[in-house]
Nanobody, 121 residues
């Protein structure tokens, strides 16, 4: 089992920045691929970014490419999502996920409870 807890969400004006963190506990963090997803009201959960177990491969949704950066700190068992140049359309609940295979789909075994990000215009 892996437990994931997100933090760092909040309210920010358009153009601002936020940094989300996901703390993992349980089984070996370094062996899992990690992902960030988001879900806006009335919409399906969508892929944002993912990183493989080594940190060598990263994928981003086209909508966030160049603005968001995913990274992981093995010593702290955390994965972060630095979000810059935020737009109102980035408003959503953001979820951290962990799984055995790096993917851009929602096919991850473990999920956090989510953290709200609100971007005002």
């Amino acid at each position: 089992q892996v437990q994931l807890v997100e933090s760092g969400g909040g309210w920010v004006q358009a153009g601002g920045s936020l940094r989300l963190s996901c703390a993992a506990s349980g089984r070996t963090f370094s062996s899992y691929a990690m992902g960030w997803f988001r879900q806006a009201p009335g919409k399906e959960r969508e892929f944002v970014a993912s990183i493989d177990w080594s940190g060598g491969s990263r994928y981003y949704a086209d909508s966030v490419k160049g603005r968001f950066t995913i990274s992981r700190v093995y010593a702290e068992s955390t994965v972060s999502l630095q979000m810059n140049a935020l737009k109102p359309e980035d408003t959503a609940v953001y979820y951290c996920a962990a799984g055995a295979v790096l993917t851009t789909t929602t096919n991850y075994a473990y999920w956090g409870q989510g953290t709200q990000v609100t971007v005002s215009s």
